[in-house]
């Protein structure tokens, strides 16, 4: 019965409407009877948020549809929501029950035109696996090639657009009745995830991905993508090759095959680098359901329904916005987080940039010799408390991007825990940040911009793109570095502002005819020019012979 109920609109939306609605009245009263907030408030408040959480997880189950996906959507969300109701929307995995073989079937032929016995040879009515949108069945074509067809759930794309009617009434009220819609734009929040959820029921899309990215990491060594037969992949139905092997965390099936973990590791880092820091498309859910690996070590990824995308602005302004860590200018550090839209238009500017500095000054200054599960959770945490108060709204594309590191960090600690995130990240960040395709190229930048009042370069962040053997060098190096940019600074200043008044007071007293008042106001004029000259070069060559050393030999 219960399972019939979840195909009747009106049942759907009362359910998501109404646990919006009690989830909402919860926290209202939660703040009326609690004003002073001691440690045992904080208990009690993360008991509500983690029984709140668990429900909306039994009822996804249950119900299916958006509620999955949108849950998984949330999981990625440390600017919307507390950290221990993420923590338990990441069990939500995407696994539901099978609805019967004779749906299935019925697809496929109503999309093929034809009987299942006119294109296979045989198909495993028992689904290898199980999801919101889409079953996969293991099949063999006619000449006896093995494929997996992966097909739309019975009814999804309806159930999908009645949870997108109840999700605009729980938008409706969080914009009336709530703190955070009076802040956020949550008009464009329901746009993206209205677009990305669509755009997975829709197979053609994810087959277009899918060519995308084999043709991307072709070359790429060990990394292997299965090929798609356009023939037969229509908007409900996705054909690819069929692949033997298991999870890229099957740790028995490496060991048994002589695999090196180390190697894997190290595949599965430089895949998610050239996604993750360069412009174009990338996988956002490689959870290691998605991740296989063959018997030759060979990393098999799969599912490309759920993609993100950095266009080239966004990676120039996310440059953009580290170099403002590192010169220590958070006006550009502001200016770059309007332009990628994560400030909303009444933000308090002064206010972010002193958050970010106390942020980045407390965790930058620490020793930490590796990027683990632990301090990622103490880093979402600090963000959701940050903009709390704020109008900060991440987008989409940059909410993915976060859970699909975050998923991968715990992928790749899972198949080689002795991993060393940091060392292995330096040379990238290095890389990528004076790369000769970016008009905000690090180096580039600092020799533009030595007429800055301040090049106060943090430790921890100049630390970070320094080889480990030139840390302790730098470190004493630094403070004497500022004084004589100071120094310089100061005295180019004054020569200038002493240039420009004799110059103004040489031709005032020439006009009057008084030369000798004339000539000693050229002749003040003359040192503040030579003056400027001398230290202006000599800041120069300091600034050259810096870029230098952090260019290494």
Not at 451 to 466: I, Y
């Amino acid at each position: 019965m219960r399972d019939r109920m979840k195909y009747i609109g009106i049942y759907r939306v009362f359910v998501i409407v109404w646990m919006s609605a009690k989830f909402m009245l919860q926290l209202f009263w939660f703040h009326k009877t609690n004003r002073i907030w001691d440690e045992e408030t904080k208990r009690n408040w993360d008991n509500l948020m983690a029984k709140q959480a668990h429900e909306y997880r039994v009822k996804s189950i249950r119900l299916g549809g958006l509620l999955i996906k949108f849950g998984q959507f949330l999981s990625s969300r440390a600017d919307l929501l507390p950290q221990v109701f993420i923590k338990e929307l990441e069990g939500l995995v995407d696994r539901v029950k099978p609805v019967p073989f004779s749906y299935s079937k019925k697809i496929i032929e109503e999309e093929w035109g034809g009987e299942l016995g006119e294109f296979l040879e045989y198909i495993e009515e028992e689904p290898v696996a199980s999801a919101s949108i889409g079953e996969v069945y293991k099949a063999s074509l006619k000449d006896g090639t093995p494929v997996a067809i992966k097909v739309q759930r019975y009814r999804v794309k309806e159930i999908f657009q009645m949870d997108f009617k109840a999700l605009r009434i729980v938008f409706w009220m969080l914009r009336r009745f709530s703190s955070y819609g009076k802040k956020a734009d949550l008009q464009a929040l329901y746009r993206e995830i209205v677009t990305v959820m669509s755009n997975e029921l829709d197979f053609k899309k994810e087959l277009q991905n899918g060519n995308h990215f084999k043709k991307r990491f072709k070359d790429m060594e060990n990394v292997y993508i299965p090929e798609y037969y356009n023939d037969l992949s229509t908007q409900r139905v996705l054909v690819m090759e069929w692949i033997e092997g298991a999870r890229v965390t099957d740790i028995p099936f490496i060991k048994e095959n002589g695999i090196s973990r180390e190697q894997v590791a190290r595949t599965l880092f430089d895949l998610c680098v050239e996604q993750f820091l360069y412009t174009g498309m990338f996988h956002s859910d490689p959870h290691s359901g998605n991740l296989m690996l063959k018997a030759d070590g060979t990393v098999v990824v799969i599912d490309f329904g759920m993609v993100g995308e950095i266009k080239k602005r966004d990676a120039s302004y996310l440059r953009m916005m580290i170099q403002g860590f590192i010169l220590d200018d958070y006006d550009q550090v502001i200016d770059a987080l309007y332009k990628m839209n994560f400030l909303l238009g009444n933000a308090d500017t002064e206010r972010v940039k002193k958050m970010l500095r106390e942020t980045v000054d407390m965790y930058l200054e620490g020793d930490f010799t590796k990027l683990d599960a632990t301090i990622m959770n103490d880093i979402m945490e600090d963000i959701q408390q940050f903009v709390k108060n704020q109008p900060i709204q991440l987008p989409a594309d940059y909410a993915f991007l976060g859970r699909a590191t975050s998923i991968i960090i715990g992928v790749l600690t899972a198949v080689y825990p002795q991993i060393d995130l940091m060392a292995w990240g330096k040379p990238v960040i290095r890389e990528w940040m004076s790369g000769a395709d970016s008009k905000y190229g690090f180096y580039k930048d600092i020799a533009a911009d030595t007429a800055r009042p301040l090049l106060s370069l943090p430790r921890a962040l100049v630390s970070f793109l320094e080889s480990g053997d030139r840390d302790r060098e730098w470190s004493a190096e630094k403070q004497q570095n500022h004084m004589f940019h100071q120094f310089y600074l100061f005295y180019a200043s004054l020569s200038f502002f002493t240039m420009i008044a004799g110059g103004v007071f040489g031709l005032y007293w020439y006009r009057s005819a008084d030369l000798l008042l004339m000539w000693i106001g050229f002749g003040v004029g003359l040192m503040g020019a030579a003056g400027l000259l001398s230290f202006g070069r000599k800041h120069v060559k300091m600034m050259q012979a810096i870029n230098t050393n952090r260019r290494g030999p």
